[in-house]
């Protein structure tokens, strides 16, 4: 009979982790090879600003001319609509589990009752933590409720990729701009008012999202992929160790 740790050798995945963790190291050090260092731009001629110098043709503005900025809502005492079932409850726990940039499981739930108290976002938005631990985004995969230790975005002149990416590159900047009596807190005007400097034609941005795209997508891919090898391991993991299913059974 197959011992559990070999089973778990052979069917978890963890090549496909590191090749997500170095995906994503990629996107990261894309964005701020355009937006931080400025590499592809360094031929053309630079001006100075309030962020130092930058390509000329570039604009420095507030992150709120881009997107609005909006906070969750949660009901209360919430203790009171928590459910078995229902609408999904997005809790920042789930955004801590992984270092996953998507969101494809949530353990909470809530009832219809409150979801006139709170925001119901759908599949491909995304969210930031502003509480607990902070400035944390997310591109959630599922429709879900969140609450008010959460921010989104609407009307937006950036992608969801983009943003991800500014609020991982930027993070320790916008934290050191806002604290809290018992946890820290990313307040709304403090991330409506962090300076961003960008081409002042965003078209120009045009190719940086179709690279980074294909990156986040190969990412999405290949976190399902992991998913499903795991439900598949947990479901037949007590079969193999009872002896009701055997190695061979599997390799047929």
């Known amino acids: 009979m197959i011992s559990a740790t070999t089973y778990k050798k052979r069917t978890f995945t963890p090549r496909k982790r ?9 996107a990261q050090a894309l964005f701020k090879s355009w937006f931080v260092d400025f590499e592809p731009f360094k031929d053309g001629e630079f001006v100075d600003s309030e962020l130092g110098m930058i390509p000329k ?9 881009y997107v609005t900025i909006k906070r969750g809502s949660s009901p209360r005492p919430i203790q009171e609509y ?3 079932n229902g609408f999904y409850w997005l809790k920042i726990s789930d955004a801590t589990a992984n270092n996953n940039p998507f969101i494809f499981e949530i353990k909470e739930h809530i009832k219809k ?15 930031l ?30 992608s969801n990729e983009f943003l991800y990416l500014l609020f991982k590159n930027d993070r320790c900047k916008i934290l050191s701009q806002g604290n809290g009596s018992v946890f820290f807190n990313l ?13 002042c034609e965003l078209k120009e941005i045009n190719h940086f999202n179709s690279l980074i795209k294909q990156i986040f997508l190969t990412i999405k891919e290949l976190s ?15 079969r193999l160790m009872s002896g009701e299913l055997k190695i061979n059974d599997l390799n047929c």
Do not use: M
């Open 224 to 238: 399902s992929e992991i998913i499903n090898l795991i439900k598949l391991r947990d479901s037949l993991l007590p």
């Open 18 to 26: 590191r090749i997500n963790d170095n995906l994503e190291q990629q």
């Open 57 to 65: 043709g570039w604009c420095i503005k507030k992150l709120e001319e």
């Open 82 to 84: 928590i459910s078995s």
């Open 129 to 158: 933590s502003n509480s607990a631990t902070p400035c944390i985004p997310k591109l959630l995969e599922l429709d879900t409720c969140i609450h008010d230790g959460w921010l989104y975005f609407t009307n937006s002149k950036l």
């Open 187 to 199: 307040k709304t005007d403090i991330l409506k008012s962090h300076l961003i400097c960008l081409p």
């Open 113 to 127: 009752k409150g979801l006139s108290k709170t925001i119901f976002l759908k599949q491909g938005n995304l969210v």
